[in-house]
């Protein structure tokens, strides 16, 4: 389990002291797929590198897995290193070495027996599918391969954590998808925790369990993706997962509601039974679904009849189809 704790962060600048991270408490439990999304300059990859200290805390904890990173030895946190393992946004291979000689550059920093070091470099490039780009020089990869080489190497000495520093931002959506999915499945067979850095709601949604949101150096809300994408509170949690009701609903008139649909009841014929059970006419603002955990989550907005009595018998028919709606401001 990687926690923390009051975590603050600044650097100093000549004009004063620049805020990165604010009081940030956040838990990530084993095991799970953990995204952290925000706008840029958020705080993010800040976070992600003070998880192993790559950036020192101004003050706050870092524990993983009962110690805390911020008061152990030199030596203590090189052996805590080797168990978080992290790739980036710009893969940062050795370009004079081949695929597989990126691979066993950790086991050879690490001593490895060289026999040891090629067969378990053999063994991850397997894992990555790159089997046949084992002596192929990164120039010669495509952006997806490249950053499939990465995650090998962050794997190479069997780390129980992986950070994940903005991924898949070089890399085009069907090549994103890939890796995004490679990510899903050492997650699922090694049971390696994953921690994706991202300023994509679409990342978050296709692999990870749990989502911090970060606005302005702090955490704005945090939870399951399942229930942040559902019933976002803090403003920034709301533009960045409902961007395209936003910008449909404001300035439209009348009352509203946003209807939240989890699960097998997305495919319930709800607005037909306004129409015929009701006697109710609505005018529909917005729809969306999505994928989230192999459930189909989704948002749409309706107005509501003008007439009191018909907005009326709408709220009742929503309640007695056990459909969770919220009032929408005009």
Not at 68 to 84: A, F, M
């Amino acid at each position: 389990m990687i926690r923390l704790v009051h975590l603050n962060k600044s650097y100093p600048s000549p004009s004063g002291s620049v805020v990165a991270l604010e009081d940030v408490d956040l838990t990530i439990e084993d095991g799970a797929i953990y995204g952290i999304i925000g706008l840029s300059g958020a705080g993010k990859s800040t976070l992600v590198r003070c998880i192993n200290l790559l950036e020192t805390p101004t003050s706050g904890q870092v524990i993983v897995d009962g110690e805390d990173l911020t008061k152990v030895k030199t030596k203590r946190l090189h052996e805590i290193r080797r168990n978080i393992g992290m790739i980036f946004q710009s893969f940062n291979l050795l370009e004079q070495r081949t695929v597989e000689e990126n691979v066993r550059f950790p086991l050879e920093l690490a001593r490895f027996k060289r026999e040891e070091a090629r067969s378990r470099a053999e063994e991850l490039l397997s894992l990555v599918g790159l089997s046949e780009k084992a002596k192929a020089y990164p120039s010669q990869l495509s952006g997806g391969q490249k950053q499939r080489v990465a995650i090998a190497r962050a794997l190479a000495l069997r780390p129980k954590y992986l950070l994940c520093d903005e991924a898949t931002s070089a890399l085009d959506p069907s090549n994103t998808a890939s890796v995004l999915q490679l990510l899903k499945e050492i997650n699922r067979t090694l049971g390696v925790t994953v921690v994706v850095i991202t300023h994509e709601m679409r990342v978050v949604e296709s692999i990870c369990t749990d989502v911090a949101v970060l606005d302005n150096s702090r955490v704005a809300e945090s939870g399951r993706v399942a229930d942040v994408f559902s019933f976002p509170k803090s403003d920034i949690a709301k533009r960045l997962v409902l961007p395209d009701l936003i910008r449909t609903v404001e300035g439209a008139g009348g009352k509203k509601l946003r209807l939240v649909f989890r699960g097998e009841e997305a495919g319930a014929p709800v607005i037909s039974g306004l129409a015929l059970d009701c006697g109710v006419a609505v005018n529909i603002l917005y729809a969306d679904t999505k994928e989230i955990g192999g459930k189909t989550y989704g948002h749409m907005v309706i107005t509501l009849p003008a007439d009191g009595d018909g907005a009326q018998r709408a709220r009742a028919y929503l309640k007695q189809r056990n459909v969770v709606y919220e009032e929408e401001a005009s």
